[in-house]
């Protein structure tokens, strides 16, 4: 079945470092969809980013990733960390089941300054 | 503007009990409809998806079943819940499956002792 490989656990980075959280990713399904969901403490998780088409960036509030189908990867990036980017980040998968979405097991990120 | 209503907010049950959680969506018709599941420090996990009034596919076997009575409700429930249901329960709510974003309820937690 499809699963969803994401940097686990907790990365922790200083204001105004470059972010990357790493996803991986594993279906047969040739036209998948890869996604980052942002679940900030006391409010419900929302869309950050969707995959476009394979190579090609997308990019939300300061945040971009790039589907790459040779890798499997959608990591996602962000060139400047801010205090407010801390939240817990899942990738997530649209693959063999139309209606059907993986979650990875998300990463906690926390900007200090 | 859509709104997503989940109910209750938390639930404190004992072992055995039955459970019924509810869902609500207003401002959009025809939606599809999504049940996850997050146990403590784990992952969104989907449980059952509905594309359609009186239709539910289960993703995830959990001894929960779900039904979707009217199109803008979605009830997750069981006749005897186990200690390892416990967790937050989440709804959501899509155009349709795919590449399409999916918002999120505020969530259920549920504590069962």
């Known amino acids: 079945g499809d699963s969803v490989t994401q940097t686990e656990g907790l990365v922790t980075l200083t204001e105004g470092l470059p972010v990357m959280l790493n996803c991986t990713y594993q279906?047969?399904?040739?036209?998948?969809?890869l996604f980052w969901y942002v679940h900030y403490l006391n409010e419900s998780p929302w869309l950050l980013l969707r995959?476009?088409?394979?190579?090609k960036r997308t990019e939300h509030q300061g945040f971009h990733a790039t589907l790459h189908k040779s890798s499997s990867s959608f990591h996602l990036q962000k060139s400047s960390a801010q205090l407010s980017d801390s939240a817990l980040y899942y990738c997530?998968?649209?693959?063999?089941?139309?209606?059907?979405?993986?979650f990875g097991k998300g990463t906690v990120l926390l900007v200090s300054p | 503007a859509q709104t997503i209503h989940q109910w209750p907010v938390a639930e404190i049950k004992a072992v055995g009990s039955p459970l019924s959680l509810g869902c609500t969506i207003k401002?959009?018709?025809?939606?599809?409809l999504y049940w996850y599941w997050q146990a403590t420090g784990g992952t969104l996990q989907q449980l059952f998806y509905?594309?359609?009034?009186?239709?539910v596919e289960s993703v995830v076997q959990l001894n929960l079943s779900a039904s979707r009575p009217k199109d803008d409700q979605f009830i997750l429930s069981t006749e005897k819940l186990l200690l390892s249901h416990s967790g937050f329960y989440l709804c959501?709510?899509?155009?349709?499956?795919?590449?399409?974003?999916?918002?999120f309820g505020p969530g259920t937690r549920l504590t069962v002792l």
């Open positions: 279906t047969i399904y040739s036209n998948a969809f």
């Open positions: 997530a998968l649209s693959g063999s089941g139309y209606n059907k979405l993986t």
């Open positions: 509905s594309i359609t009034v009186g239709q």
């Open positions: 959501a709510w899509s155009l349709g499956g795919g590449a399409d974003e999916q918002y």
């Open positions: 995959s476009s088409t394979d190579n």
């Open positions: 401002g959009k018709s025809s939606p599809n």
